[in-house]
């Protein structure tokens, strides 16, 4: 694997997957933007190094921000073949011992174990070649990324903290907004690991020792992500992956250990007796702005980094980013441990990127019996960080889910609302559309193939036939309906409708439909007009029906779907009458369903950005033009800053 960041960029320059800008481009804003528009490229574009950033270090975005990247990050050519490396090892180490023989099979497993697990060294290691006389955090290239964030943002730090009652480690990746030259926020969420051990910090009356690490080999990047058992040190899973174990040294102003190779080390504590201090806004991975709240203040007591030390840094946004990547080696590498352990009738699980990680998954079981996609969901939901998950799909299906001719078979499945299950329970606290934070509804939509038990033994036979039936008419739909030139259906819009997108021309029993603005008409309040217009136009097939405010543009289906994640809850948000699911995905500030919350806007960058960086894209040698990913979002974006305005 690699001895530090720097061997990884070169790594990357020899596979061509790294782009050097070697002009002055500003931390504030502009390496955002540059970033943004490789990062939300199909394949991830390029790892970017920024060399002059107004500080003595460079910085590198993008790192894992494709798929060739990820591999090489983890050191595999393909994530199946590290999968497959936990499933053995998994199995292994769970399958049931029933004779002596068995239990010395396990021995040599056990010794790899125990060549993976980190280790100490004495003296210094290269994270602490220089010392920071006055620790200065004003001195790293730390990135303002939003026109609307609270400050200067540390992005991709490595936290390290102790579990006071058993010493175990904890590293875990919490955003710092950068208050001063010696303090920050520290944003880890009531779910995590790291507020956890504040709160028993808080309970024994002890100030909290805290570390943070930037670079090092970014096998740490992704280990701190990972979805890994709580009082499991994610060093054992980096040792695991990498094939050696990472070596650590003490930190000089506190008991903590960190990798020896890392690029920073940002050495302090967090006193729980301090009263929280005010964090954000931030431009979020869900593509909305995080809102400010109180949050711990990290205070720094010490800073050292190698001498060639490079600031790591990600860009998150408005959906495509490099996350998604990070996300699809999750999805692959954990696999092997849901169905091993949690639930065996799982094949496959995949969380598209329009979902933003919790928002939708799509999980592919293989069925036996009546009920056992709900008893999946529930299992789910219960089940480490999957119990964010506000939608899920659940399918028996024979191909890869990943494929829309796949996915839109499996949802001719389902018939409403025999097949779908409404639930409560956590959410992710960036979850804005809940009714409190960290709380709401959960949909399943239970798209298997139905067991004649299911559907009712003597309804079986009509089911089979109604299931033709519907087919026959979706075939025959375009030859039954006026057509545009374009070949799409032509509609007769009722006057509280806008615009309308057609998702059933192409196959899926779906409709887009942008509405008037009026907060004060609730979601079933338009379900009647609803009913009215697909009848109007020949549409009662029709089973899923998404609708927006009126300024919502409906030309990109990915972006429809990402916003109706990201802005339904679950339960208040989705009606199932008549046969279908209506789903409304209007912005809910100013009281739309009965939303007392704040709202938070859209992430995009500022037009004078986007404009500084169109100028300058020749002279950067940034290669062919790439126009901004937020030109498509700057229409969505509503007056009031980070947190919309009601109406």
Not at 370 to 389: C, D, I, T
Not at 423 to 444: I, N
């Amino acid at each position: 694997m690699y001895d530090n960041l720097n061997r990884y960029l070169e790594r990357l320059r020899k596979e061509g997957e790294l782009l050097e800008i070697g002009v002055p481009v500003c931390p504030e804003y502009e390496i955002t933007e540059i970033t943004d528009r490789f990062s939300s490229l199909p394949g991830g574009g390029k790892a970017l190094l920024f060399t002059e950033t107004g500080t003595p270090f460079p910085v590198a975005t993008n790192l894992l921000g494709s798929d060739r990247r990820i591999c090489l990050a983890l050191g595999v050519e393909r994530l199946e073949d590290l999968a497959r490396r936990i499933e053995k090892a998994f199995h292994g180490l769970t399958a049931p011992k029933t004779s002596f023989g068995d239990k010395l099979r396990t021995l040599p497993l056990l010794g790899e174990i125990s060549r993976w697990m980190p280790r100490t060294r004495r003296g210094r290691g290269a994270c602490q070649q220089v010392v920071m006389e006055d620790p200065d955090l004003r001195k790293l290239p730390v990135l303002t990324c939003r026109p609307y964030d609270g400050g200067p943002f540390v992005t991709l730090p490595l936290v390290h903290t102790l579990d006071p009652a058993t010493g175990v480690r904890n590293v875990g990746m919490y955003r710092m907004q950068v208050y001063s030259a010696r303090t920050t926020g520290m944003h880890w969420h009531r779910h995590k690991t790291g507020a956890r051990h504040y709160d028993e910090y808080r309970k024994l009356g002890r100030r909290m020792p805290v570390t943070v690490c930037l670079g090092g080999d970014p096998v740490y990047t992704y280990a701190a992500t990972a979805p890994v058992p709580d009082n499991v040190d994610e060093y054992l899973l980096a040792g695991f992956i990498r094939r050696r174990p990472v070596e650590l040294v003490r930190c000089l102003t506190n008991e903590l250990e960190v990798p020896a190779d890392c690029d920073f080390v940002i050495e302090g504590y967090v006193d729980p007796a301090e009263e929280p201090g005010v964090e954000g806004a931030f431009g979020d991975h869900t593509g909305f702005y995080s809102l400010t709240d109180l949050y711990p203040t990290f205070h720094v007591t010490c800073i050292t980094h190698r001498r060639d030390a490079v600031y790591p840094a990600t860009v998150v946004g408005v959906p495509p980013q490099e996350d998604r990547f990070i996300a699809k080696a999750t999805e692959k590498i954990f696999l092997a441990p849901i169905r091993l352990t949690l639930q065996p009738e799982v094949a496959d699980l995949w969380m598209p990127e329009e979902g933003t990680a919790h928002n939708l998954a799509v999980v592919n079981i293989g069925k036996r019996y009546p009920g056992q996609a709900f008893k999946v969901a529930a299992s789910l939901w219960g089940a480490g960080q999957m119990m964010f998950n506000k939608f899920m799909v659940i399918t028996d299906a024979a191909g890869d889910i990943r494929r829309p001719e796949t996915l839109r078979e499996a949802l001719r499945n389902v018939s409403v609302p025999r097949d779908i299950l409404f639930s409560r329970g956590p959410l992710d606290v960036l979850d804005h559309a809940g009714d409190v934070t960290g709380a709401g509804g959960k949909l399943c939509i239970d798209a298997t193939r139905k067991l004649p038990e299911e559907t009712g033994a003597e309804s079986a036979a009509v089911e089979t036939e109604a299931g033709k039936t519907a087919r026959t008419l979706r075939e025959d739909a375009a030859g039954r309906q006026p057509e545009k030139a374009d070949g799409a259906r032509s509609w007769n819009l009722p006057p509280f409708a806008v615009d309308l997108n057609d998702a059933y021309a192409d196959g899926w029993d779906a409709l887009f439909l942008s509405v008037k603005r009026d907060a004060r008409k609730s979601l079933r309040n338009y379900v009647p007009e609803l009913e009215t217009l697909l009848r109007n136009n020949g549409a009662e097939n029709i089973r899923f029906v998404l609708f927006y405010d009126d300024r919502m543009p409906l030309t990109n289906v990915r972006t429809l779907l990402w916003l109706a994640g990201a802005n339904c809850d679950a339960v208040r948000d989705v009606a199932a009458e008549n046969g279908r699911l209506f789903f409304d995905a209007r912005v809910k500030a100013g009281g739309v369903n009965g939303f007392r919350r704040r709202w938070p806007n859209v992430v995009a960058s500022g037009p004078d950005t986007i404009g500084s960086i169109d100028k300058q894209w020749s002279e950067m040698g940034l290669g062919d033009f790439i126009p901004s990913p937020s030109l498509e979002h700057l229409s969505l974006v509503l007056p009031g800053g980070a947190e919309v305005e009601p109406e």
